[in-house]
């Protein structure tokens, strides 16, 4: 029995620590279970929150993991030079610790603490800034870098009656970028010919317009193209059968949905590889060993 007079403590042959507690006499689950890593020392949030003080003295994440825990899962589960998904980053510890253990990393965060904690302390990891968490452990100097993405609002949304329309947050230049992105154009608004938004080549264009389109629209779009261009117009709508040689002309919704993939099992992710900084001669892991 332990002190509390609940936990039955010892050692086994080898002298590891180990305790016996049953099912019952745990009682409501009123106390966390314990695993062995609590005897290794892995930290806890208090430590976390000591290092994370180091990155924003002002604001503290209310509940940072210990970089030796995440170091002890990262160390078990990859191996250098994997690629590491953490879509809720927090206070960024999982993006930290994978950096200074050779391995590339991923981060999702939703709040603002994008900017005020994790990015800061991603760019002290890289400027060799950072002498927390695990960096003597894993004899860290610094290196490597990331690239931030902002996400746009969903181009999408659905009406009042199930419909999808076009996000009201976008405005049109917002839209004529985001569907160059999606249909494979450059992004390059003409000031002087409104139906060049975007280009795919010398002679191949893109016009995107939330107007609906009438035939004779289309019939002047096609003449000003000319036989020697062609010209892809996404628009709301449009009237009359738009038969045109040098134009194709597809409903804005409609062509963006059949962008989207829905329901698969695998959705192979295309992740493009940053260069690569090959690991310090020597440089060890936190547990001594080479990486
Ligand atoms: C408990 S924290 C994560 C801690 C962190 N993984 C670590 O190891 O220290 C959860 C985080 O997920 C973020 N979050 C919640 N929903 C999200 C979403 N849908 N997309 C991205 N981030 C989200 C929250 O803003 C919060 O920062």
């Known amino acids: 029995m332990d002190k509390s007079g609940e936990i039955w403590w010892g050692k086994d042959k080898k002298g590891m620590p180990r305790r016996k507690m049953y099912l019952a006499d745990q009682g409501e689950l009123t106390k966390a279970p314990q695993t062995i890593w609590f005897f290794q ?16 003295s002002e604001d503290v994440f209310a509940t940072p993991k210990p970089e030796k825990l995440m170091a002890r899962i990262i160390k078990i589960a990859t191996n250098p030079g994997d690629l590491i998904l953490d879509s809720f980053a927090g206070s ?18 939703l709040g603002e603490h994008c900017h005020t904690h994790i990015i800061p302390r991603m760019q002290k990891v890289i400027d060799g800034e950072d002498e927390g968490g695990i960096t003597k ?9 990331f690239r931030y993405f902002k996400l746009a609002p969903s181009l999408l949304e659905e009406d009042k009656w199930g419909n999808w329309v076009i996000n009201k947050q976008y405005n049109s230049a917002m839209l004529a970028e985001a569907l160059c992105k999606l249909e ?7 000031d002087s010919v409104y139906w060049q938004h975007g280009h ?17 629209q289309l019939q002047k779009l096609s003449d000003e193209v000319g036989p020697d261009r062609s010209l892809l117009v ?3 709508a449009f009237r009359g059968n738009p038969d045109f040689p040098n134009i194709t002309v597809k409903k804005i919704p409609k062509q963006v949905l059949s962008r989207c993939e829905w329901g698969h099992d695998d959705y ?24």
């Not at 494979?184 to 003409?190: L, W």
């Not at 992740?271 to 547990?287: H, I, R, S, Y």
């Open 268 to 291: 192979s992710l295309q992740v493009e590889n940053l260069t690569k900084a090959p690991p310090e001669p020597g440089q060890q892991d936190m547990f001594g060993q080479e990486e």
């Open 234 to 236: 996404l628009c709301s």
């Open 137 to 145: 452990a894993v004899n860290w100097k610094g290196g490597g870098g």
């Open 41 to 56: 020392d892995v930290g806890h949030t208090q430590d976390a929150k000591k290092e994370a003080l180091k990155f924003n």
């Open 184 to 190: 494979g154009f450059t992004y390059a608004p003409s």
């Open 92 to 109: 960024g510890t999982t993006g930290a610790v994978a950096h200074k253990m050779g391995r590339r990393w991923i981060m999702v965060e």
């Open 200 to 216: 795919s080549t010398e002679r191949d264009f893109i016009y995107v317009t939330t107007q609906m389109l009438s035939f004779e």
